[in-house]
């Protein structure tokens, strides 16, 4: 695997544009990349463009560690 190309979880726009780079791996960030008080949007949008993204790229999602309170939900 040569690239992998991560997008904010709670950015739809930005996570329909992932194929368009053509990387080897697209990963979902749910982490980092979203601050906390959108994590629960995050999860949501995540799962509404997950279908459609499989289809055109391998995709991974970046989740939060086992030790916090967003890993659970």
Do not use: C, W, Y
Not at 27 to 53: F, Y
């Amino acid at each position: 695997m040569r690239s992998l190309l991560f997008a904010p979880g709670n950015r739809a726009d930005v996570l329909a544009k992932l194929p368009r780079s053509r990387p080897d791996a697209a990963v979902i960030d749910l982490e980092d990349a979203v601050p906390a008080d959108r994590k629960a949007e995050a999860r949501t949008v995540a799962h509404q463009v997950t279908p459609s993204l499989v289809k055109q790229v391998r995709l991974l999602v970046r989740v939060n560690a086992p030790d916090t309170d967003h890993f659970a939900a």
